[in-house]
């Protein structure tokens, strides 16, 4: 297992955000951690990668780990260039100086090129729209070969097109043996990618194989309220409907789910 | 005027040479650092280091000893102090530290006075004494300078990265405690060469504003830097020559160096902003 969560609490002064989560990805899992705004999705990445502590629980990682956050507050002045922060992503930890090699900037240069940045390489990362700095952020991620690659909503502010071609991209990842674990608040576009799915909800987490959960009782289930699944072209869409017939306030049966 | 500026003994006088080298040394590293401290969000915080150094460099002339050692002590006292904060309540910490400098300095600065009766102790702790700087101490700022460059270059890449992100950085697996840390005593360094040269409390003039043109102009970090140094030392050895040659315009009185530092400072920054546009 490349990351396996056991039962994790994680409270915010006294609220628990998070309570007994559990879950376990194996190399080269493709995972989407869904859930609505608000229930606990950054919180949980935030735990796995060490930068909140658990009141309970445990997490378990193997080999390094790569995230992209979902906000970062870049001034417009930083004078750092696309290129210069996916260098970072390389040596960015390291003191001392080092004189620039031919094999970094390669190394660098085939990061840009798999995510498809050379084009606004140079830009200052400050004046890159949302789409490109994602994929900066992405390659920044990759380019030291972690394991584990943690995305904090990364396709939230993309359209269409740059979210599928993203999902595309981590497809590619993962098929080389990382872990992706990313969340969204809507799992449309991820369905045809990913293998795994973590639901938050009320604070529980109900996991288990995308067919498993996405089925249009465990999603109603899940949600609270009536949730279509649908078929198109091949292609499963998850569609909510009908809120009032089947409401339910109770969410606790939730991580039963298998 | 130019002619009587460069050779009648503008660069002959030992004094003129020790304020250039000094003024150069100071130029540089808040030159260097102060690219870091507009990044960082930490100007206020550099501004709290110079009025806490003040106290030490009103010390240094109670106590009659060398006013680097005592900008310097006080500074790293200072950036004790505001060590281990987070950005959010950095802030804080720094204007509670200002006041507290300041009030020490007001104490100090009066000791000075009336025991040991030091004329202008004030506006040479405050303001900056450029020429009356003793001998050797434009070496000893230039060495001083050269150690805060190579201890920047040691921190470089791991500061950059937690300048644009601090979670990043801490992911990449860089100590960034120990890089804040470091970055703080380089701050207090920068500032108490600048306070030197212009006065505690205009330190933050050339911390602050040549880096902030530096970064107008500049899209990549090493460019930035070079600039901020270029332009903070072109502000410096200016308002030097300027000072030397305003005891024409008002004969016999030398006007104040920090002045001129300062305004061309502000040319410079206007300059590179209205560039930018
Ligand atoms: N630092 C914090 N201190 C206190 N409460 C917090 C903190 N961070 C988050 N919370 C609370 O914890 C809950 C979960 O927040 P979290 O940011 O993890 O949700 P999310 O699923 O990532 O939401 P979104 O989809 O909006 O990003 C929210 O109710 C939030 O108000
Ligand atoms: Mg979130």
Known sequence: MSLTVTNLTVRYGGREVLRDVGF???????????????????????????????SAGRVERDGTVGYVPQKLQIAADMPVRARDLVALGLDGHRLGFSWPSAGRRRRVEEMLASVDALAFADQR???????????????????????????????????????????????????????????????????????RLVYLANGRAASGRTEQVVRTEVLSELYGYHIDVIRVHGRILVVAGNAEAHHHHDHDHVAAIP | ????????????????????????????????????????????????????????????????????????????????????????????????????????????????????????????????????????????????????????????????????????????????????????????????????????????????????AALRVSRRPWVAMLLAALFGVACCWGGVALAYASYDWTPGRVWPVSFFITSLVLLVYAAASWRRQ
């Open chain 2, 1 to 212: 005027m130019f002619d009587s500026l460069m050779f009648g003994g503008f660069l002959a006088s030992t004094v003129v040479q020790n304020a250039l080298l000094i003024g150069a040394a100071a130029a540089v590293l808040s030159g260097i650092v102060g690219v870091f401290t507009v990044l960082r969000g930490q100007s206020f915080a550099g501004h709290a280091l110079a009025d806490v150094s003040s106290a030490g460099g009103a010390l240094s002339l109670l106590l009659g000893i060398n006013p680097m050692l005592g900008f310097f002590g006080l500074g790293l006292l200072g950036a004790l102090g505001l060590t281990g904060r987070r950005r959010g309540d950095g802030d804080l910490a720094a204007g509670i530290l200002l006041g507290t400098g300041l009030g020490l300095t007001a104490l100090l600065l009066h000791f000075a006075v009336t025991m040991r009766g030091v004329a202008g102790a004030a506006v040479s702790v405050m303001f900056g004494s450029l020429f009356a700087a003793p001998p050797g101490a434009g070496v000893l700022a230039f060495f001083a300078a050269l150690a805060g460059i190579l201890l920047l270059a040691l921190i470089y890449k791991p500061l950059l990265l937690a300048s644009l992100d601090s979670e990043l950085a801490s992911v990449r697996g860089a100590n960034i405690r120990l890089v804040a840390g470091v970055f703080l005593v380089l701050l207090a360094l920068a500032v108490t060469l600048s306070a030197m040269a212009v006065g505690a409390i205009l330190s933050t003039a050339l911390l602050i504003g040549p880096a902030a």
């Open chain 1, 125 to 195: 990362v400050g004046e890159l729209s949302g789409g490109q700095l994602q994929r900066v952020l992405i390659a920044h991620a990759l380019v030291s070969g972690p394991k584990l690659l943690l995305l904090d909503e990364p396709l939230a502010n993309l359209d269409l097109r740059a979210a599928a071609e993203i999902v595309a991209l981590l497809k590619r990842v993962a098929g080389q043996g990382v872990t992706v674990l990313i969340s969204a608040h809507d799992m449309n576009p991820l369905l045809g990618a990913m293998d």
């Open chain 1, 24 to 54: 376990a990805l194996e190399p080269g899992a493709f995972c989407g951690l869904i859930g609505a705004n608000g229930s606990g999705k950054t919180t949980l990445l935030r735990t796995i990668l060490g930068f909140e502590t658990p």
